[in-house]
Nanobody, 123 residues
C-alpha cells in the first residue's frame, strides 16, 4: 500500500510564505516498489488542476511559469518525502494543493495522489 499525505497549508497574507510537505507511507518492499517522479499540483475554484512543480528521482525540477522564482520543490528519497517552499505568495496562488507520486511496482507504473491541503492567500 502507498499513501500520500500533505501538510503545511494554511492562510497567509500576500507576500508571505508557506512550506508544504508530502509524506509517502509505503508498506510495499523496496525490492519491488520505488517512487520515481513526484510533483505538486493545485486546483483553484472553477479551474482545472494544474502542475505547479515536479521533481524526478534524479532531482531534475520543472516549474509552472506562474511560480518560477517563487516556489522551490525538493525531495528526500530516504524519507520518501517531498516539499514545496512557497515564497512571495499571491492571492492567485490560492488553491488546494495535491501531492503526486509516480512509482514502479514490479514492471508497472502507478500514480498516487494525496487528498490535498488548502492554501489561501489573502490580499
Amino acid at each position: 500500500q502507498v499513501q500520500l499525505a500533505e501538510s503545511g497549508g494554511g492562510l497567509v497574507q500576500a507576500g508571505g510564505s508557506l512550506r508544504l510537505s508530502c509524506a509517502a507511507s509505503i508498506s510495499i518492499s523496496k525490492s519491488i516498489f520505488k517512487i520515481n517522479n513526484m510533483g505538486w499540483y493545485r486546483q483553484a475554484p472553477g479551474k482545472a488542476r494544474e502542475l505547479v512543480a515536479a521533481i524526478t528521482s534524479g532531482d531534475m525540477t520543472n516549474y509552472a511559469d506562474s511560480v518560477k522564482g517563487r516556489f522551490t520543490i525538493a525531495r528526500d528519497n530516504d524519507k520518501n518525502s517531498m516539499y514545496l517552499q512557497m515564497n512571495s505568495l499571491k492571492p492567485e496562488d490560492t488553491a488546494v494543493y495535491f501531492c503526486n507520486a509516480e512509482g514502479t511496482l514490479l514492471f508497472s507504473d502507478r500514480t498516487f495522489w494525496g487528498q490535498g491541503t488548502q492554501v489561501t492567500v489573502s490580499s
